[in-house]
């Protein structure tokens, strides 16, 4: 048997089950076409060679790891504008996964660490994305223009040593935010972003929203993108956060309310599905039930109808504790008093995923007003609301998070008409870029959009 260095490029196509449940024959025939005029020939471009295909993957050997990184951008690309006209429902997105590594030939197939570090990376690539082992990541240092971000060490499934993974930054899409501001009829100045082309998806503002900084985010970026890869999202920064003002009088369900209407008359929108993560479900809930001829869909994620303050006596002394913390450590040079939130926040981030998230809290809001803003949060109480809400709703949260349990999201589920609760992976409030919840959470939404 003969032994080399190889670079090993895996594929296979996200959500395939799911194509061929609903439309065998067109799926075949899709991935028949998408191989034919693109995937095949890019391969034979860059000089690989195509070891097995089985059903919806393929297995790719490269002399070199720029050539196997080169063809899955230009392959990734030119499937995104081969999507570009397919309902989201039925698009064929590859994963991709790349190692560089000794194999073992026999005959015409490969094996070794190699081949299965490959496949593992593939596995928790996203949808339409590229994740590539630290071996390849070193062999691309300054000769590719695109970059790539560092995911740290991960177990990837029978592989004996953890793995550094690194995510492949290229521009599928190309996406730049474009900035504006308006006013309240109480005066106060609120930023709002528009990005991404389609049809419009309106995401409601909540606590520690920072336009520009979310946006650069390793803790938001994959998510805000992801909505707007096939909507022109709008987001904005309630009062007290962010670019909007922070010298705020009132700070109330009533007020964050009305920020959201001032948002998106200032846009235009006449109807619209809106999008509230956290606390923003419980706003987006009231404005839905005061505005039901104008969201056509309501997605929650990760909220309550019942804020923490009011759930039991423990967790009130407990977020006044906090509150009292915030005014006294929160604007501090030491992350500490910070560490406590982000801990909460994201409990699995990595060490660079953490500093930012303890950056961010900083940099968007003040002490006093983060001490303001979370107890107004903690007295949020829509329950009387939720079956005021007559239009299609879907609630996702994580099992085990520790900011907002996930009692209280099926609880508001249970309270809205007809609403869909679906529980997904994890103990971060928000879900990190790369786990198993992020292709759950966009593939429902996804469906959820173009029924």
Known sequence: MERRLAAILAADVAGYSRLMGADEEGTLAQLKGHRQ??????????????????????????????????????????????????????????????????????????????????????????????????????????????????????????????????????????????????????????????VGQGSPLVKAANWMNHLEHDWESPIWHHLLEGLARNHTLVRYDARGNGLSDWDVDELSLEAWVGDLETVVDAVGLDRFPLFGVSQGCAISIAYTARHPERVSRLILYGGFALGGGKRSPAEHEKRKAMGTLMRFGWGADNPAFRQMFTSQFIPEATKEQADWFNDLQRKTTSPECAARYFEAVGNLDVRELLPQVQVPTLVMHVRDDLMAPIDAGRQMAAGIPGARFIALPGRNHLFMKHEPAAARFFEEINLFLTK
């Open 37 to 194: 005029a693109l995937v095949d020939s890019k391969i034979d471009e860059h000089r690989g060679r195509i070891v097995k295909t089985t059903g919806d993957g393929m297995l790719v050997e490269f002399a070199s790891v720029v050539d196997a990184v080169r063809c899955a951008v230009e392959v990734q690309r030119g499937m995104c504008e081969r999507n570009a006209r397919v309902s989201v429902d039925k698009r064929i997105e590859f994963r991709v996964g790349i190692n560089l590594g000794d194999i073992i030939i026999d005959d015409d197939d490969i094996y070794g660490d190699g081949v299965n570090i490959a496949a593992r990376l593939e596995g928790i690539a996203e949808p339409g994305g590229i994740c590539i082992s630290r071996q390849a990541h070193d062999h691309l240092l300054e000769k590719l223009s695109f970059t790539c971000e560092k995911l740290g060490l991960r177990n990837l499934k029978n592989i004996a040593k953890p793995v550094e993974v690194y995510s492949v930054n290229f521009d599928s899409v190309s996406m730049a935010q474009e900035i504006k501001y308006c006013r309240t009829s109480d005066g106060v100045r609120l930023a709002y972003a528009t």
